[in-house]
């Protein structure tokens, strides 16, 4: 969906209270929109080439959220209370550019964690708000915050490291980078798909129990993959 055809649907689909508000929203995000995609490209070519990442690093993901996206989830906010406008967007809406690292085994986790906080550094990057972690596990939570990541128990089954970049103090424009294993983007994908599909509440609570044994499987998944990891690095192969 192009800006135009936002706009139009702005007309037809939202509350008429709303409209001037979304509509402002809409063109500073037009406005910046060369310095979000660059800023967005910045980061992906730093990272997937930085040593200490792209060593563990099994592919990338990266888009810039459309404009049909921003709307709905600047709507969701202001029903939820939050005073959202074309001033304070990029304060409430951090992820409007977005990367996903992912990874094979849990443990490089750490080394990614460590090796983004000195690239952060290294460029002149801020980060917005300190990184979260969030997991349905509880060993996973503890691992995290070991890590020096705050870290969220969610009863959704969702697990992903959360880290929120700006490219300097005075930029308000921000890029979302999620770190997660191979298997959790596979889950997560089956959650979205799953989610997107079922309508009815009984078809979603069965998929929910279901999305919650896959869960698990992808945890017990996730600890095998670190003993085979072990097991590579013991044999001095890796």
């Known amino acids: 969906m192009s800006m135009q055809e936002a706009r139009a649907l702005i007309d037809t689909d939202?509350?008429?209270?709303?409209?001037p508000?979304?509509?402002?929203?809409?063109?500073?995000?037009?406005?910046?929109?060369p310095v979000i995609d660059?800023?967005?490209?910045?980061?992906?070519?730093?990272?997937?080439?930085?040593?200490?990442?792209s060593g563990v690093l099994h592919s990338h993901?990266?888009?810039?959220?459309?404009?049909?996206?921003?709307?709905e989830k600047v709507v969701s906010k202001i029903k939820s209370g939050v005073k959202v406008d074309h001033v304070n967007i990029y304060q409430n809406v951090t992820d409007l550019a977005g990367v996903r690292l992912l990874h094979l085994f849990p443990g490089d986790a750490e080394i990614i964690h460590r090796s983004l906080g000195e690239t952060v550094d290294s460029h002149g990057w801020e980060y917005f708000e300190k990184p979260k972690a969030y997991s349905w596990d509880p060993e996973s939570?503890?691992?995290f915050n070991r890590l020096?990541?705050?870290?969220?128990?969610?009863?959704s089954y969702y697990t992903s490291v959360h880290y929120v970049l700006r490219p300097n103090k005075t930029q308000q424009i921000a890029c979302e980078i999620q770190v997660r294993t191979l298997l959790e983007e596979v889950w997560g994908e089956i959650d979205h798909r799953v989610k997107y599909k079922i309508k009815s509440s009984a078809n979603d609570k069965s998929a929910a129990q279901h999305l919650g044994i896959l869960a698990r499987l992808v945890s017990t998944g996730s600890r095998v993959?670190?003993?085979?990891?072990a097991s590579i690095d013991s044999s001095g192969t890796r």
């Open 148 to 155: 020096g990541i705050e870290a969220f128990q969610k009863e």
């Open 14 to 19: 939202y509350p008429a209270r709303l409209r």
């Open 61 to 71: 993901k990266s888009r810039v959220k459309s404009p049909h996206s921003i709307l």
């Open 141 to 143: 939570v503890a691992y």
């Open 38 to 53: 660059g800023f967005l490209a910045q980061v992906v070519a730093v990272l997937t080439k930085t040593p200490g990442i």
């Open 225 to 229: 993959c670190d003993l085979l990891h």
């Open 21 to 33: 508000r979304l509509r402002r929203i809409i063109d500073r995000v037009e406005k910046d929109s």
